[in-house]
């Protein structure tokens, strides 16, 4: 992640505690990589390294979020999604994936393989690609209030 996003992020949850998790450990990350059968792409990795689970425009879920996110884990997040999409056509990019958010309607936000963020939409059975990256997506829509 570039440093003026990253300065941007510690400056805006630095005033909002509730927003910010607990960092996530390397061992804490392992273990879900392991759980989940991915690896956790790069800028992933830093934001949750440093922030945890916290808001930034968005929730992004990691293992201890801010109490202002909620509690559930990006892996739980993941293995609720993969049992939901079982059997359907985005459960093959799903299983190779981690869901870091779920939108108001449900929708879970996931990033692939290739770094991709995307939102597999329940309801239409559709996908959209919202971001190359997190990094990416941050940028886009992450507002300091």
């Given at each position: 992640m570039n440093d003026a996003l990253m300065q941007r992020l510690t400056h805006f949850l630095a005033k909002h505690e509730s927003l910010r998790g607990k960092p996530a450990l390397d061992e804490e990350i392992k273990v879900a990589e392991e759980k989940l059968n991915v690896k956790f792409r790069g800028d992933y990795k830093v934001f949750i390294k440093r922030f945890g689970g916290a808001y930034a425009g968005m929730p992004i879920h990691a293992f201890s979020n801010g109490s202002s996110i909620g509690k559930e884990t990006v892996v739980e997040l993941t293995l609720d999604a993969r049992a939901s999409y079982s059997g359907d056509a985005r459960s093959v990019e799903l299983n190779s994936s981690c869901v870091i958010s779920i939108t108001g309607t449900g929708d879970p936000i996931i990033i692939n393989p290739?770094?991709?963020?995307?939102?597999?939409?329940?309801?239409s059975d559709e996908r959209e690609v919202l971001a190359a990256s997190l990094e990416g997506l941050l940028q886009g829509v992450f507002v300091e209030w």
């Amino acid at each position: 992640m570039n440093d003026a996003l990253m300065q941007r992020l510690t400056h805006f949850l630095a005033k909002h505690e509730s927003l910010r998790g607990k960092p996530a450990l390397d061992e804490e990350i392992k273990v879900a990589e392991e759980k989940l059968n991915v690896k956790f792409r790069g800028d992933y990795k830093v934001f949750i390294k440093r922030f945890g689970g916290a808001y930034a425009g968005m929730p992004i879920h990691a293992f201890s979020n801010g109490s202002s996110i909620g509690k559930e884990t990006v892996v739980e997040l993941t293995l609720d999604a993969r049992a939901s999409y079982s059997g359907d056509a985005r459960s093959v990019e799903l299983n190779s994936s981690c869901v870091i958010s779920i939108t108001g309607t449900g929708d879970p936000i996931i990033i692939n393989p290739v770094g991709e963020v995307v939102v597999l939409y329940h309801d239409s059975d559709e996908r959209e690609v919202l971001a190359a990256s997190l990094e990416g997506l941050l940028q886009g829509v992450f507002v300091e209030w």
